[in-house]
């Protein structure tokens, strides 16, 4: 059974977790994907208890976890996350984070490695380096030495860093170069040379439905590790958004089952990856215009909201306008269960205008529109 349990921070999206355990019965999740920290310039936060407590609230056999950004530097945090996992009864596998331009990096992660690290972390927006960094190949190096994972942010606000990850997957194959964020800087191209690298993994800790479904469908199954970027995320929402889009391009349960958790495991326990079949590539299916005006509509909103722009609300009274539609028409019960979101967030927001939450509802919305092929709750369990 798909263990995404019912949780306090969005009670409201339960019949949506419920609906997507039903489709992949026996599928569990290991988020490879999460963070512990206080001191991170950005003012998030997260601690062990609060990472453990959304872990458990869905029901995860696992996680990666690594600092947040650390200015002063990472050895103390390095420790913390250690020691948080020592302490979480198996459910943490944790990773250190370095900084190739610390002048330490390969130090410090060996360090951490003896201490009980099990992977390393790295980000070439926050520390400000790029993947040909002489650090970065002598950490490869090490990895490829211990046959473990390196972490690498590979989302927005950087340059392109694929050219130099598909080079290190190649030289130090034992390394377990994972991209997170949906590789989203080189997807355009990656895809096309992914299958040579089984070693070069992507991680799911993305929220933008057309990512993620090529990502799906172009990417072998057996190389996408389930993430949610937690506090960023949460690991139930993301689960239902992501497997939307996994189900939606086609995928099986058993390739799923391996996305959102075995292939995870295997990388915590030093085991061989296995493969789980080719990329399943593009499917021919009908369009649905006015489904992609709600979800356009609706990522103008989400991104608008998220960044405190004044045009968020007039987006999504025109994602909520784009819901009118005859009721005749084949999607109309999509339609019917996108007012329902598009409404949950309005009144969240009205009570709640300040609350980060309330994003769920306008991306999960987003992403039911671009999954019309994919089952969804009775309206009635959603009111």
Known sequence: MLRIHRVDLV?????????MRSELPGVELFDAHTHLGDNDPDGMRQSVDELLDVLRAAGAVGAFT?????????????????????RADGLLTPFCRVSP???????????????????????????????????????????????????????????????????????FPEARLILAHAGICDLSWIWRVAADHPNLLFDTAWWMPADLQTLFAL???????FASDAPYGHPMVSAVVQLRSALQVGLSVAQIAEITSLQSLRIAA?????????????????SHLLLDRVSEFLMLGAI???????????????????????????????????????????????????SRRRISFLILAATVARTPDVPVPEVSALA
């Not at 990417?219 to 590790?225: A, D, E, F, S, W």
Request: proline share 11%; hydrophobic share 45%; net charge negative.
């Open 270 to 286: 030093g085991e061989p990856l296995a493969p789980a079949g080719v990329a399943i590539g593009e499917r021919d299916r009908a």
């Open 66 to 86: 690594f600092p947040m950004h650390e200015p002063d530097g990472y050895p103390p945090a390095n420790d913390m996350v250690i020691e948080a996992a020592h």
């Open 11 to 19: 009670p409201t999206l339960a019949p949506w977790a419920d609906q």
């Open 219 to 225: 990417v072998p199954p057996g190389q996408i590790l």
């Open 101 to 171: 331009n610390a002048g330490d990096a390969p130090q410090e992660a060996e360090r951490a490695l003896n201490a009980g690290a099990r992977g390393i972390k790295l980000h070439p927006r926050a520390e400000q380096f790029s993947l040909d960094h002489p650090a970065v190949r002598s950490l490869a190096a090490m990895a490829h030495e211990r046959r473990l994972p390196i972490l690498i942010h590979a989302g927005r606000g950087i340059p392109a860093l694929g050219a130099h990850a598909v080079q290190l997957a190649g030289e």
């Open 304 to 354: 608008a909201t998220m960044r405190g722009h004044e045009n968020g609300p007039e987006m999504i009274a025109l994602a909520r306008l784009s819901c009118d539609v005859p009721d005749d028409i084949d999607d109309a019960p999509v339609f019917a269960v996108l007012r329902e979101l598009i409404r949950a967030y309005e009144e969240l927001t009205a009570a709640e205008p300040d």
